[in-house]
């Protein structure tokens, strides 16, 4: 083999060992790292995973936020205004986390309830909320559907 | 008035950007000298009207002139007057105006100090960034323009986001942007040396002192954006792999193997293909952060439906740029070939993995960052794509890098030695291995990843001390370190330390949530805690609630910290962390809500070397920098490099 021939095929080989490597990598960790944004009504309706770590998207339902007092843990509801859910929290809470806000929690179902790791209230102006407020359209199509099939 | 000068400004500003595009390159190609002179002027007129813009722009926020929507919807009355400039580029139609600025600053050192090179290469290379400025000039006054008025003018602003009123933003933007564009010189060596068909490497030494201080802008854009984050948003993280993050930090990556690849491009003329590609993809990766961070579309692609002109119009740029310079590239690269031949134990070798992993790291980023684009527009779902895919896949794709570093200086080009580069290392084998041990007995709880962090920071470390070493011992005084070597050393000294901070950091922080009663005290990491009580007090556009928390170990007091949870008057919301920073150590206590009972939500942070992160961005910012300061660089125009302009691109087409 002239040296030109060898040097193409040591790099052909290694480009090609490289992307095997890097592509098989990249399959794996994002099919274990992938998590999906449920609204209330979904996981109700058994969409959510069991067990595994998903992100509940909604609205902090008024009157809804209970803490025992001088306790970390806080407990509230995580509406889309068709259905209910009860979330578990605790720790620090984020700045912008109050009733009436959209939020994102990231968590588990344990029993009935929704225990979360991490609470992110509306980042900045608009990156949050959008995607519960679209979460939120879709609880409400789902619902207005349901209530239009019966009429036909 | 003065915002209508503003704008016509812009225009005048894009009609010298078509100028300086269409007749150097026109020029160049016909070997007209006339048309080649105008390249010059060009840039200066341009960069005189764009300084203009941006000059009016800031008066407007400096005198609150809330007749212009975007100082209204930006700033407000209460913003003291150091925050009214950054505000300037607090969001995305000045943002832009920036970008655009700073490519003129580019264009214009270009025009300035390489007066030595071919006055066709520099023709074109004037009218490539002519076209990158025409199409943000035109992006600028067709779908955001700064100086749309709103008449009548309204009483007050509202506020600008409360996170980014920070002393950090006056400046981590620009840096970043200083990086993004820079990277945009590059790009068009490229594109000239492409158009022009004088692919023999020669286009690269010359770009080679803007790459890197591209490169060394962007670092330091990047570790103000970590240090910003860190210390503002409240969160004690140094790197949360955001899209907003990963949009800066791609580029980063492919600008990282961009000066590898461009170092043994000019040295042994291999990798021209490879180099020309690579200057293509960085500057197209920091397009894509650009509009990715300011346009919105991170949010949802339907962020585009709500000014589809916005959405059209990048990907139509996208478009042009990428497909253009790369249907270019497809043209003219299979002339592109030779340099001399390279065993596989090498230098070149080595720089190859080097490419390898940094590319394949940025592929990965991109991935996963658009992933989520991606399933939201086919409608397979809400999709995020977490730290933990980027924590997993990125270490793997650096540990050869980490392994691989310290050979590289070593190793000669071609051929190497491998007993002598082996009898070279091996103080630093010795010394990471025994350091992991000794690291094992002192603190048995250390993690894996700790006593990892410990042995690669050593190895990449005592690595390039002992080369440093081999140098002073070897070389003649004088000759010892020419610049583009100590940037290196600077650059991966950089590395060792950034290695220390993040993995021993990660693996040692000590973090926790309490509930804080006055007087009583918690421990963390061995010092006490004690929790005096919360206050109320008024700062310039504030009421903030303001803890006290005092430090001891043992009984010496160490620090007395004064957490916030500020309401700002246009009723946004803001924590401010009490940071005690110390080089071995960082305590880090933050706010958060009242409990009841007198009691408050309180974050506790000890990290250890966390500053060793950012310390080590200095040192690759610092290595970089220091690296195009080398005079080979700067060596004067020899006669036989300035080939007759007309002909050389005929013949390449032909």
New interface residues.
Partial sequence: MT??RK?RL??VS??LI??GI?AA??VL??S??????FSPSEVLAGKAPDGSSF?L?GVVLEHSIR?A????TVDFVVTDRIHEMPVQY????P??FREGQSIIATGSMQGNHFTAREVLAKH????MP??VA??IAKAKAVEAAKHAQPLH | MLPELGQFALILALLLSIVQCALPIWGAWRGNTTLIGIARPAVAGQAVFVAMAFAILTYAFVTQDFSVTYVASNSNLALPWYYRFPAVWGAHEGSLLLWILILNVWSVAVAAFSRHLPDALMARVLGVLGFISCGFLLFTILTSNPFLRHLPALPNGSDLNPILQDPGLIVHPPMLYMGYVGFSVAFAFAIAALLGGELDGAWVRWARPWTNVAWAFLTLGITLGSWWAYYVLGWGGWWFWDPVENASFMPWLVGTALIHSQAVTEKRGSFRAWTLLLSIFAFSLSLLGTFLVRSGVLTSVHAFASDPRRGIFILVLLGVVVGGSLLLYALRAPKVAGGKPFRLFSRETLLLVNNLMFVCAAAMVLLGTLYPLVGDALGIGRISVGPPYFGFVFPLLMLPVVLAIPFGPFVHWAAADWRATWRSLRPAVILAIAAALVAVLLFPHLSTRGILGVAATLWVGAGIVLYALKRWREAPAGRRYTPEMLGMILAHFGLALFLAGVLVSESTSVERDVSFTPNQVQQAAGLDFRFTGVTRVRGPNYLADQGTVEVRDGTRLIATMHPQKRQYDGQQMQSVAAIKGGVFRDLYVALGDPLGNDAWAVRIYVKPFVRWIWFGGLFMLFGGLTAAADKRFRAHRVEADAPAPAIAPAQAVA
């Avoid at chain 1, 007092?69 to 970390?72: A, E, F, N």
């Avoid at chain 1, 900045?124 to 990156?127: A, G, K």
């Fill in positions: 040296p030109t040097r040591i790099a290694l480009i490289a992307i890097a990598l990249t960790a994002l274990r790292n992938m998590s999906y944004l992100r998207g803490r007092p001088g306790s970390l605790t720790g620090v809470l700045d912008l900045d102006e608009t990156y959008k995607e679209d979460a």
